[in-house]
């Protein structure tokens, strides 16, 4: 059975629209977009080299589907271990809308995106990783499909935009497995998922 695996770029308040580029998503008049480029530095760089040797295959929604299989394809080098990973492992695309997929590897998921990535985990081995794709990755964390989450927390505060986790999120005890700061002061977190969460009170003293 494969692990699924988030890896998300977020400030602290939780934002995760178009953290690359003022255009790359501007749904809801957000004008932030490109929030990440001032803190990407080395060792980001080399955390996100690890992350993606690990994979064996990513789960991505259309958005950035597009916006990768726009610019990925065209870097060659094979020694960037992110080009590597994206241009020759499985790709799986889960859309509603999006009839074809080009970039090699591709298929797209058309039916419900719970139960699609579902069966795939039942039926592959290996760490599948989703990159950005917030909305897929809230429709999966509602029921329970992702085991680890790599959170790249950026010292930035935005008070508007799409988050992560966005209200309703399903009740989730987490336990740190890693934690790391890059030079630009990005605070890494890696957490797996631990089940329910525990509940308690403290005790008041007479």
């Given amino acids: 059975m494969a692990k699924l695996t988030l890896t998300a770029f977020t400030t602290l308040d939780g934002v995760v629209q178009a953290p690359g580029g003022p255009d790359e ?15 990407a530095d080395e060792d980001t760089g080399r955390f996100m080299g690890e992350v993606f040797r690990a994979a064996t295959g990513f789960v991505l929604g ?61 039926r592959l ?15 999966l964390m509602a029921h329970g499909l992702i085991d680890e989450y790599r959170l790249l927390v950026h010292p930035v505060l935005l008070g508007t935009g799409k988050r992560l ?28 998922a631990a089940g329910r969460p525990g509940y308690g009170a403290f005790e008041s003293e007479e």
Avoid: C, M
Wanted: aromatic residues 10%; hydrophobic residues 35%; without cysteine.
């Fill in 25 to 39: 998503d501007r749904d809801g008049g957000f004008e932030h977009g490109g929030w990440l480029v001032p803190y």
């Fill in 165 to 192: 986790f966005a209200g309703g999120a399903v009740p989730t005890a987490l336990e740190l497995t890693g934690s790391r700061t890059t030079g630009a002061g990005v605070a890494i977190h890696t957490y797996r």
């Fill in 125 to 139: 081995e290996g760490e599948l990783q989703i990159h950005g794709s917030g909305t897929l990755a809230r429709s």
């Fill in 62 to 122: 259309r958005r950035t589907y597009q916006i990768f299989a726009a610019y990925w394809p065209r870097v060659t080098d094979g020694n960037d271990p992110i080009a590597s990973g994206l241009n020759t492992l499985p790709k799986y695309v889960a859309s509603r809308t999006l009839e074809k997929a080009g970039w090699a590897g591709s298929t797209v998921l058309a039916g419900d995106a719970p139960q699609e990535v579902a069966a795939l985990k039942e």
